[in-house]
C-alpha cells in the first residue's frame, strides 16, 4: 500500500476543529477497515463529531489517534485540503498532526491483513483532540468503549524519540474587578481593573523562576529530553521547559470606554505544570493574588508519566532502533494530547509518529514520504511483537 496516497487522501478530507465535524473523515477509515474484514463501530457526539473504535475491544495493543485538525488559514504555497503529494512531502494541513500517523498506522495493519493474520491491537480515531478530547477520547472512556492497555498515539514526535511522559495542565479564567470613575483622575482615583490583570500577571511571571524537587532518574529523564528538543527544535533551554511553569496569558479583555476608569477585565491564562508541583496548591495560591475578582479553573490535570524501564517502552525503542539506527531515547513532552487521559484511565501509553514537527499547526504544514514509510515499518514492528505475546500468553 502507498502510505503517502493514503495520507493525501486523509488530508484531503477536510475535518477542522473548530467546528469539529469529522464524520467524512472517519467514514473513509470505516470503509477502509470495513474491505480488510475489520469491523468498527462509528460513534457520533453530535454535529458531526464521529469517533471509530473496532468493536468488543479486548487487546494488549490500542492504536490511537486523532482526525481532528487546527484551521488552515491563508497563504499556503498549495491548497490546504489538495493532498498534494510534490518534493518527497505530503502537503496540507493534518499531514503531520497527525493524518500522517493515522495513514501509517492503517497501512501497518493492511499489511498484516492481506497476509491474512489477525490484527493484534485494537484501533481508535477520535474527533476532538485539538479541543480537549471531550467528544473524542473523553467520551469514548465515558461510554467504556475502551479498556485500559498499551496505547500507541501516532503523534508527531523526533524520529529516534518516543514520548513517555507530558507535563501537566491548568488553564484558568480570572476576572477582575475594578472601581469606575472618570479617567484623567487614576490613578489617584479608583480601581483599574486592567491594571489589576497587569499586578497579577507580574506574580504569574515570577512563578517560572521556582524550581521542583525531582528524583534522580526523573531528572535524567528531563536532561535527555532537552538535548533532543535542542537537536530537534533548537530549543536552548529545554530543561527549564521542562522543570519549571510556563505560562501564556492567551485572551485579555476589558474595559468599557478609553476615558472611564476600567471597571472589567477577563484575563485566559494557561499554564503547564512541571513535574513535583501541586494544582491545587498553586490555585489556592493564585486566589490569594486577585482579592478584588474571581478564579474560575477551567481544565486541569497533572504530569502523566508511562513506566520509562518498561516492556512496552522497550519494544517501541527497538522497533524505532531497528529502522532509523542512532542513539534511540525516549523523551518528555512539554505540551498536552489525548496521552493524559488516557494514563488517567489506567493506559500505559507511548507517543509515536512520522511528521515534520516544524511545520505542525503553521503554514505549509507538511510530511517527508520517507517519515511516512519508516512509520509503517515500525508499527508494523511492533504489531509483530504483540502478536508473538498473544501467541505466548
Known amino acids: 500500500m502507498d502510505v503517502s ?31 480488510r474484514g475489520i469491523p468498527a463501530l462509528v460513534i457520533d ?60 498506522m492503517l497501512a501497518a495493519c493492511d499489511s498484516m491483513v492481506e497476509e491474512g493474520r489477525e490484527l493484534p491491537a ?56 475594578g472601581t469606575p470613575g472618570h479617567g484623567s483622575l487614576y490613578p489617584v482615583v479608583g480601581v483599574n481593573a486592567i491594571m489589576e490583570a497587569m499586578g497579577f500577571l507580574t506574580f504569574v511571571k515570577s512563578l517560572s523562576d521556582r524550581r521542583y524537587p525531582l528524583d534522580g532518574n526523573l531528572q535524567n529523564l528531563i536532561t535527555a529530553s532537552a538535548g533532543a528538543f535542542s537537536d530537534e527544535f533548537h530549543i536552548p ?37 512541571p513535574w513535583g508541583c501541586s494544582i491545587p496548591e498553586l490555585v489556592r495560591e493564585i486566589h490569594g493574588h486577585v482579592p478584588s475578582g474571581t478564579v474560575n479553573v477551567d481544565t486541569t490535570s497533572d504530569p502523566t508519566l508511562t513506566d520509562p524501564e518498561g516492556d512496552f517502552t522497550a519494544i517501541v525503542s527497538r522497533e524505532v532502533e531497528k529502522v532509523w539506527g542512532g542513539a534511540v531515547f525516549p523523551i518528555l513532552q512539554w505540551a498536552a494530547s489525548d496521552a493524559r487521559h488516557l494514563r488517567r484511565a489506567g493506559f500505559n501509553v507511548i507517543e509515536y509518529g512520522p511528521g515534520e514537527i516544524s511545520t505542525l499547526h503553521g503554514i505549509d504544514e507538511r510530511v517527508s514520504v520517507t517519515s511516512l514509510e519508516k512509520a509503517v515499518r515500525i508499527y508494523r514492528g511492533i504489531l509483530e511483537a504483540y502478536s508473538s505475546k498473544n501467541s505466548t500468553s
Open 5 to 35: 496516497r493514503l495520507c493525501a487522501a486523509l488530508v484531503a478530507i477536510k475535518s477542522e476543529n473548530p467546528p469539529g465535524d469529522t464524520a467524512d473523515v472517519i467514514e473513509y477509515i470505516r470503509d477502509f477497515l470495513d474491505a
Open 45 to 104: 457526539t453530535g454535529s458531526g463529531r464521529s469517533n471509530l473504535v473496532t468493536r468488543n475491544p479486548k487487546k494488549k495493543l490500542l492504536f490511537c489517534g486523532h482526525v481532528d485538525v487546527v484551521p488552515a488559514g491563508d497563504g499556503w504555497t498549495h491548497p490546504p485540503y489538495a493532498g498534494v503529494i510534490e518534493d518527497g512531502s505530503v502537503w496540507g494541513r493534518g499531514a503531520t498532526d497527525m493524518k500522517g500517523g493515522c495513514a501509517a
Open 122 to 177: 485494537d484501533l481508535a480515531f477520535v474527533c476532538d483532540e485539538e479541543a480537549g478530547g471531550d467528544h473524542g477520547i473523553r467520551h469514548l472512556l465515558r461510554e467504556n468503549l475502551l479498556f485500559p492497555c498499551d496505547c500507541l498515539i501516532a503523534e508527531p514526535t523526533p524520529a529516534r524519540h518516543p514520548c513517555i511522559g507530558q507535563k501537566g495542565l491548568c488553564r484558568i479564567t480570572v476576572d477582575f474587578t
Open 237 to 273: 533551554d529545554g530543561n527549564r521547559i521542562l522543570e519549571r511553569i510556563t505560562f501564556n496569558p492567551g485572551v485579555i479583555a476589558g474595559g468599557e470606554k478609553v476615558n472611564i476608569i476600567a471597571r472589567h477585565c477577563s484575563l485566559g491564562l494557561e499554564m503547564r505544570i
